[in-house]
């Protein structure tokens, strides 16, 4: 990688020059005449590079330039466009000169990625061994310091390299990029001052540390999501806004209603309490705890309570959903849109590097050839035809600028050759070959899923047989129930199906099923619990296989395949928010051990109305004051309680008693984040859901299998069109074209979100292209 070059200004060639910064500052090189003369005087033409003779050299002086290697940098450029189109990576950052390119690729390749994320991930699990550390994983100082500094110096040679090729200036404008080496700068010199003293210090600086890993190349979602959440903030702080005001005037309306009532649990003695306490009850933690003093002196003074719960409760948090949800729908379309521009401006940027002299307006299948080399490595040379033939829909052997927009539909399918009729094992031997083909015949028969419904059914039944039965002990129970003879005589029928449908249909085939894939981990994972716990009967944890099966059955309900689909489209967005939790749950950790590490909550809050909660003694235990910051694991356990908000205030209003009065900023804080993190969630899944069902309602089963199946036909004489080289004809000849003129070639593409908005916004799209051409034609 770090052999190629561009060509710079100072190379007095006529053939070659680099253009200006084009509008978003790329700089795109182009040959402008076809010849050029060799060393010896004669006139040859660069571009005609079919017959596969691209090692002439050119010199100018001591420069000595490569034609080849022209051609291979410009692949390159165009592939590194093409990626940041992909990533949605903003093209400011795209390598501009010749020696920035070895540290762009230096950053920009797997090793790199993975060693990125392997030292976030570090930084993150340090914590664990750090003061206060967990037990099991305490480190000397000196050695976890060391580590630290270590992994900060991979981060910092990573924004080194980026500092190469994008300059302090476009630094200042990468927002990500300023926070990262600004924490960075921070870190190491924490990180320095913690191994010369030996000893930690307060450092709520290592909260900032999921920085590092959310940057990394393999959480692109995350950042997206993270991104719909500060898209999202402007109308839940409105709304927020609006709440705050309803809980203040029933604070004072309280302090003023229940003062001369306040009994031993002091709710609202003072207006500081009065508002913490309608807080609380906001998340119903304290209802009807809260209402019952005064509910006691009057059966009217339940109509303030009742009033508050349905006004800020019932209707304003719902109404914050609402116009969440609003929001949110907004910003999947606006996302989608930029996105999808965003990649024809990336296509553009390639396709103007991938032009010829002799085809000034359109890219010939060398140079898609040379693109997809470094763009999408893992594409076979018989891909690459049939990705162009797929593209060239004018059929005149070259791609427009409208064709090659459809690059990365065509990299995203998977293409297979159709062979009519042609079983997975007609290469096997007869005896193979008469087995698998009864299996075939087996898993055709229109009746086969049915008998295997019912077998389920059966199966779910003696499930409940067995568990209302009585037994002497756990372990005969679970012997029962999970390695009892009905169990093994349903195991026994559940593999014969998995053996029947993986003979008859192929492996390929079988696991190309998200439900068959399924069937075959629970029977799998089935038969390992009958095995282990024959051999180890306290291992209990196998039981969960033999209900999982009966998930199967709510496949036959269209309702419930709408759901499991929708969580399967959801899957992508649900692990982008399970980190974002993971990265806030985090962040308050190691504030709440900065904070609380050494508070010993036993006994805390003795004389106060959640004295109970914390009392400890021999003989009994109100178990409270396990909730505690001692640690990371500790604390993450103790905010996902607060997470969950029953009795969330006890815990709040203990270490209020323990510490400061302050310290329910902190739990405060750490609910609002939540609520706002969980209520986007909420409304993503609606979206999604919503999103599904339109989907389905303006989709028919035919038109589905459009959208995510292409079969193309491709023939000799187009092959002959594409490939000049005679050698590679042959190849091709030989490899594909066997007895044959013509092959039929079927591409899939995933059912992700991605596809299916493609179908929903098809319309959209068309003008959003238009309205894009037309810019292009007046700049």
């Known amino acids: 990688m770090t052999d190629y070059s561009r060509f710079e200004d100072d190379i007095i060639v006529n053939s070659y020059h680099a253009q200006s910064p084009n509008r978003n500052g790329d700089v795109p090189l182009t040959i402008n005449d076809s010849t050029m003369p060799n060393e010896d005087g004669e006139n040859i033409d660069l571009r005609n590079h079919f017959d596969g003779r691209l090692d002439v050299i050119f010199s100018d002086g001591d420069r000595r330039i490569d034609v ?76 976890h310091s060391i580590i630290e500094l270590f992994a900060l110096a991979v981060i910092g040679l990573g924004l080194a390299l980026k500092l190469r090729w994008m300059g302090w200036l476009t630094i200042l404008k990468h927002k990500r990029t300023m926070l990262k080496c600004i924490t960075l700068t921070i870190m190491i010199i924490e990180a320095f001052v913690v191994l ?33 959440i500060l898209q999202s903030l402007p109308p839940i702080f409105d709304m927020l806004l609006l709440i705050f005001f309803f809980v203040t005037v029933y604070s004072v309306l309280g302090y003023y209603l229940f003062k001369s009532t306040t009994d031993v649990h002091n709710h609202f003695d003072t207006l500081f309490n009065s508002f913490v306490n309608m807080f609380v009850l906001l998340t119903t933690a304290n209802f009807p705890d809260i209402m019952m003093p005064a509910y006691s002196k009057s059966k009217w003074y339940s109509l303030f309570f009742i009033s508050y719960l349905c006004i800020v409760l019932y209707l304003l948090m719902n109404l914050m959903l609402a116009v969440v ?56 040379n018989r891909d690459l035809l049939v990705m162009f033939r797929y593209l060239n829909t004018s059929g005149n052997g070259s791609l427009t600028i409208e064709e090659f927009y459809g690059i990365y539909d065509s990299v995203m399918m998977t293409w297979q050759p159709q062979a009519i009729d042609t079983p997975w094992y007609f290469t096997a031997s007869p005896t193979v070959q008469r087995i698998c083909q009864t299996a075939n015949s ?84 089935g038969l390992i619990a009958v095995i282990s716990l024959r051999l180890f009967p306290d291992f209990v944890y196998v039981v969960v296989f033999r209900p999982l099966k009966l998930l199967r059955l709510f496949k036959l309900k269209k309702r419930y395949r709408d759901i499991i689909g929708t969580m399967a489209i959801l899957s992508p967005l649900i692990k982008s928010a399970g980190c974002v ?199």
């Open 581 to 779: 939790m993971l990265v806030m749950y985090y962040f308050f950790a190691i504030i709440g051990m900065e904070l609380f590490a050494g508070y010993d909550m036993r006994n805390c809050c003795n004389g106060t109305n959640i004295e109970t909660y914390y009392k400890y003694t021999p003989d009994k235990s109100g178990y409270y004051y396990l909730n505690t910051f001692p640690n990371l694991a500790v604390s993450l356990v103790t905010l996902f309680e607060l997470t969950v908000v029953n009795n969330w205030f006890v815990v709040m209003n203990g270490y209020a008693t323990k510490v400061h009065a302050a310290s329910r900023a902190y739990f405060v804080l750490f609910y609002l984040f939540t609520m706002v993190v969980l209520t986007i969630v909420v409304a993503s899944v609606l979206e999604a859901f919503r999103f599904r069902i339109q989907y389905k309602k303006q989709t028919t089963k035919r038109d589905e299998e459009k959208l995510l199946h292409e079969e193309i036909e491709l023939k000799w004489e187009d092959v002959m069109n594409y490939v000049k080289d005679f050698q590679a004809l042959q190849k091709y000849r030989s490899d594909m074209f066997v007895g044959v003129g013509k092959i039929s070639f079927l591409g899939s593409r995933p059912r992700n979100r991605q596809v299916l908005q493609r179908r929903m916004y098809r319309h959209e799209i068309e003008q959003w292209m238009q309205e894009a051409a037309a810019i292009d034609k007046r700049l």
């Open 68 to 143: 080849n290697q022209f051609w291979e940098m410009n692949y390159h450029e165009a592939s590194i466009f093409l990626e940041e189109g992909e990533n949605n990576e903003k093209f400011d950052s795209h390598p501009h000169e010749p020696e920035a390119l070895p540290a762009y690729l230096l950053v920009h390749n797997d090793w790199y990625y993975g060693m990125d994320l392997a030292t976030s991930l570090v930084l993150i699990v340090l914590a664990f061994a750090e003061d206060p550390a967990t037990p099991p994983f305490e480190m000397p100082v000196a050695l």
């Open 325 to 380: 949800y609003e929001t949110f729908t907004s910003i999947e379309r606006d996302k989608f849109r930029k996105l999808l521009l965003h990649k024809r401006q990336a296509c553009k940027n390639a396709f103007k590097l991938l032009l010829t002299k002799e085809n000034p307006n359109q890219m010939e299948f060398p140079q898609f050839e040379g693109v997809m080399r470094y763009y999408a490595p893992k594409k076979s």
């Open 196 to 228: 010369i003293r030996q000893t930690s210090h307060f450092r709520v600086s290592r909260a900032l540390r999921p920085i590092f890993l959310v940057d990394t190349h393999y959480l692109g979602g995350v950042r997206r999501f993270i991104r719909q």
């Open 442 to 525: 087996i898993i055709s028969w229109p009746y086969f899923d049915h008998i295997f419904y019912v077998l389920t059914t059966l199966n779910g039944i003696a499930m409940i047989e067995r568990g209302i039965q009585s037994y002497p002990n756990l372990q005969t129970s679970v012997l029962a129930f999970s390695a009892g003879w009905d169990t093994c005589f349903f195991l026994a029928c559940f593999t014969l199906e998995v053996a029947l449908k993986t003979l008859g249909m192929g492996l390929e085939r079988y696991f190309s099923s998200g439900w068959n894939l399924y069937d075959f981990v629970v029977t799998f994972g």
